[in-house]
């Protein structure tokens, strides 16, 4: 599927700080009690990137409380709700691109979601990718397919890159596929400390990478609503990118 992109009209540019955080947690469809979790994280980031985050009334009340502006690609849609990534910042986005692919034994969509900011003190835009990769893909050739349609977007892009989200790396496959394209894209992974990834097999499910800015903290947390807990990993404009 080819990208879907919105220039949302923006009034007033509201920046992210130089030195910002960012939050990405495979919300599990706010199965749990969510709100009190995020609660007690939120204060602390300017971006919020979910995962499997259903479009429920609570949710929307929620990030209005927070005065957040958001974009949501539905992957799919199930009693009435649509379900997929989720990117919120205080500050608006100057543009939103998203893309679905199908996963090939199940057929059920998959999102991706590129949002670009305004960033204090960088000449140029902030890309942030908020991915929930394919799960079931045994040959491992429509995971690749998804994070070349990533490099579609991040490959000659001079400013500072966030790619985060459900990486969805189960197996050595994935691992060295994975491995091998941020190393291609020249993204570093922001290892948390401490380190309370989910795993299977050994291998963290959820993942932070980045580029072209200076890394200052990642940790992890232990979630009681989700199947996963969330990163949240704190980064600042490189001084060299100022103008």
Known sequence: MAAECLYPSVNIIQPLPSSFSLLSWNIYKQQGDWQAELNRWIDDSDLLLLQEAQSSDELHDWLQARDYHWFQVAAFTWQEKANGVLTAAAGQASRVCGQRIREPATRIPKSLLFSYYHLEGAEQQLLVVNLHAVNFSLRGRTYQEQLDRISGFIENYGGPVIVAGDFNRWNPRRERLLQSWA???????????????????????????YRGLELDGAQSMRSQASDHGPLQVSFRVKSSDKP
Not at 188 to 201: L, Q, S
């Open 183 to 209: 190393e291609r894209e020249q993204l570093i992974e922001a290892v948390p400390t401490p380190d309370h990834r989910t795993r299977f097999i050994g291998y963290p499910l959820d993942a932070v990478y």
